[in-house]
């Protein structure tokens, strides 16, 4: 079993940052694909940022990249998002979540039903 609480979530204006953390529990964190999706009212469960067990493969969906850098620190059981140059239409509670095993391809990793362990969520909120 793996628990994963989310922080860092708040309300910032367009164009800012916020960094989002994920702290898991367990002690077989590193054995874990750690990936980052977002919901926003009314929207389907959304693929933002994977990252492999060593960090060395991250993928992120096309709407953040080079914005969003996802990144993890085995030692400390947690995975983070850094999110920059904000917009309102990153407003959504963003969820982590945990995937027993390999990365894989970028196909795989944004498939929401791939991830065994889910966050409670944190919102976001991106003000115009």
């Known amino acids: 079993q793996v628990q994963l609480v989310e922080s860092g979530g708040g309300l910032v204006q367009a164009g800012g940052s916020l960094r989002l953390s994920c702290a898991a529990s367990g002690r077989t964190f590193s054995s874990y694909t750690m990936g980052w999706f977002r919901q926003a009212p009314g929207k389907e469960r959304e693929f933002v940022a994977a990252?492999?067990?060593?960090?060395?493969?991250?993928y992120y969906t096309d709407s953040v990249k080079g914005r969003f850098t996802i990144s993890r620190d085995n030692g400390k059981n947690t995975v983070y998002l850094q999110m920059n140059s904000l917009k309102p239409e990153d407003t959504a509670v963003y969820y982590c979540a945990a995937k027993l095993g390999p990365i894989g391809s970028r196909t795989v990793a944004a498939e929401v039903w791939q991830y065994d362990y889910w966050g409670q969520g944190t919102q976001v909120t991106v003000s115009s």
């Open positions: 990252i492999s067990w060593s960090g060395g493969r991250t």
